[in-house]
């Protein structure tokens, strides 16, 4: 009979110690994962706002007008209005950080503006 119980004994049942590791060691990398591309999202959106900023200062715009208003007289009043108009745009890229500006005279770092 003692051979039987033997046989027919149930197998103690094992401890579920190694599934609740491996549940938190994946739970607490798919954290770190998700902090980790937080913050390259997070450094991506401010380099580019930097990069937008710099860009809106490197380029000056000087723009003037000259109107001219000619009004020929005939024998019977003002005959005809001549009205010229003169647009004057310049367009200037600044010197960036690092870079050295040629002045007119050709000597370099001098600016007789």
Do not use: Q, W
Request: include cysteine; glycine fraction near 6%; charged fraction near 25%.
């Amino acid at each position: 009979m003692a051979s039987m119980d033997a046989i027919n004994r149930p197998m103690p049942t094992p401890d579920h110690d190694t599934t609740v590791v491996v549940v938190v060691f994946v739970s607490l990398g798919c954290v770190m994962f998700l902090a980790f591309l937080a913050f390259v999202i997070c450094f991506m959106i401010k380099k580019k706002c930097k990069k937008n900023s710099d860009k809106s200062e490197i380029v000056r715009v000087d723009e003037h007008y000259k109107m001219n208003e000619a009004i020929v007289e005939g024998p019977h009043g003002p005959e005809a209005v001549v009205l010229s108009i003169e647009d004057d745009v310049h367009i200037e890229d600044l010197v960036k950080k690092g870079e050295k500006k040629v002045g007119k005279d050709g000597v370099v770092g001098s600016s007789l503006s």
